[in-house]
């Protein structure tokens, strides 16, 4: 079961955590090398509290998603790593878009995350 803090009650606010990462990184792109090296460690703190926030948002999100779209993002993800074909006939077509388009804007994501991760490893 999912163990959320926050409860969705419809369309989604901005995060804090994620609005305070932000604007935090917006500053550090005017900041000098000394005012980084002094810095850094709030900013991997900052940036670890927004990700965690979005992983638990969308833990939270994705818990609540009816049976059919848990089925067909799963069948997205076992078709990935398995190169297997999706039982077509189990999943409604246009639930399977809507999950194939889910997965694309998660692989998307994580991709930017894995690049923002690569970004700070080069800045230390």
């Not at 002094?38 to 990700?51: F, S």
């Amino acid at each position: 079961m999912c163990r959320a803090t926050r409860v969705w009650k419809g369309p989604l606010e901005k995060l804090p955590e994620v609005e305070t990462a932000k604007a935090l990184m917006t500053e550090a792109v005017s900041w000098s090398v000394m005012r980084w090296l002094h810095e850094k460690k709030r900013v991997r703190k900052t940036a670890d509290q927004a990700n965690a926030a979005l992983d638990q948002l969308s833990q939270m999100l994705r818990h609540a998603w009816p049976n059919a779209a848990k089925a067909a993002y799963e069948a997205l993800a076992t078709q990935a790593t398995r190169c297997t074909k999706i039982p077509h006939t189990f999943i409604d077509s246009e639930v399977l878009l809507i999950a194939k388009k889910v997965r694309d804007a998660d692989d998307e994501a994580y991709r930017a995350r894995m690049d923002a991760e690569e970004t700070f490893d080069e800045a230390e």
